[in-house]
């Protein structure tokens, strides 16, 4: 039986804001992790086919008032060769990452996700297009898309105004969160750790709008500065925070896959394997064609833009074999018993 506790609002701040808890908190997280999914961590192959937005997050790299991105777009043979190199290193979940990008109409998305279907029948195909209609939604799930990841990014109505334009709506985004799962994706939220103006109790609120969604992923990592963006003068996020809440995660949603994200693998050589530790159970190694992946910069200094899909797999072997667990190769679904 899956246990859903709940936690009072003190006790969250507490294990929010201080270190001293950061032992005992990843020690029972771990503790939870192996009881459920063993050491196993699995591996979601990342395309990131398209750096175009036509939106214009305060935080974000590729935005649109950008005008330093040198914008790309691939095409759908560059994504299935990448599908391809990806299957041979084991990956069984490919997810398309891109900005909101209206050059691909719905037909397109749904051509390409049936295209990876149809040849890897074994692989989970995730989604991470941004917000749509329902309709949408619905075709690409009636396409064969098993799981879409939508992170909430804050559920405080205010702070979502300050990290956002006009036009753009914390309700909408949260209503299509709800849209997806009851369309019946595994479901991926989450939100950047220390985003400029946030406070203890906004991710408290985020906490709880997640004990509401129940999805089935929660994607979380440090804030980094992109010195491009109106937030260029913001600080990056703590580390040990964003490894206090992985724990506090893991905790709350016993069953959840936990991404060690490369933001988190950024900010820390060694970030993923102490991801890994607090809780964390899926990697997301870049498999994008090399060329293209020091264009998708959400933030400065990402990780792994240079490197061929192959090295990062093999530095993933070592990396997660020496933090004490092992890459399996199988879709990684979420094991939830309710
Ligand atoms: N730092 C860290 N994460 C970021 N994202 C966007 N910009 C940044 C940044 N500057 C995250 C957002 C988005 C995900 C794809 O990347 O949370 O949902
Ligand atoms: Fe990419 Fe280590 S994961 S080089």
């Known amino acids: 039986m899956n246990q ?40 979601r192959g990342l395309i990131e086919f398209t750096n175009y937005c036509k939106n214009n997050c305060y935080y974000c790299g590729i935005r649109c008032g950008n005008s330093q991105v040198d914008r790309y ?56 297009i941004g917000e749509k209609s329902r309709a949408s939604y619905q075709a690409y799930f009636d396409a064969g898309a098993d799981r879409f990841l939508l992170r909430e990014e804050t559920s405080n109505e205010g702070h979502y105004r300050k990290l956002h334009p ?58 980094v500065t992109h010195s491009d963006t109106p937030f260029a003068a913001y600080p990056s996020g703590s580390v040990d925070k964003t490894l206090r809440l992985i724990s506090i995660l893991r905790i709350m949603f016993p069953y959840v896959l936990l991404p060690a994200t490369t933001a988190l693998g950024t900010m820390d050589p060694l970030g993923r394997e102490k991801g890994l530790k607090a809780g964390a159970n899926v990697i997301m190694p870049n498999l994008s064609p090399t060329d293209v992946r020091k264009k998708y910069s959400l933030y400065d200094n990402k990780i792994c833009t240079g490197e061929e899909s192959a090295q990062c797999r093999d530095c993933l072997e070592l990396r997660v074999k020496n933090a004490g667990y092992r890459i399996v190769t199988s879709r990684g679904d979420v094991k939830r018993v309710y």
């Open 4 to 43: 859903i506790h709940t936690y009072t609002d003190q006790q969250l701040k507490i294990w929010i804001e201080d270190q001293s808890q950061a032992e005992s908190l990843a020690v029972r997280a771990d503790e939870i992790r192996r009881s459920i999914y063993g050491t196993d961590v699995y591996l």
């Open 73 to 128: 777009r691939l095409s759908r043979d560059q994504i299935m060769d990448c599908c391809e190199e990806g299957y041979r290193l084991g990956y069984r979940t490919i997810v398309l990452q891109g900005g909101e990008d209206p050059y691909y109409k719905d037909e397109n998305i749904c051509r390409i996700v049936s295209d990876i279907k149809k040849r890897y029948p074994d692989c989970a195909v995730t989604l991470s």
């Open 166 to 223: 006009e036009g753009m709506s914390m309700t909408r985004r949260q209503e299509c969160l709800f849209a997806l799962k009851e369309i019946g994706f595994q479901v991926g939220a989450g939100f950047m750790v220390d985003s400029p103006y946030q406070t203890t109790e906004d991710i408290i609120a985020d906490l709880r709008f997640l004990e509401k969604l129940q999805p089935d992923m929660i994607g979380i990592g440090p804030y």
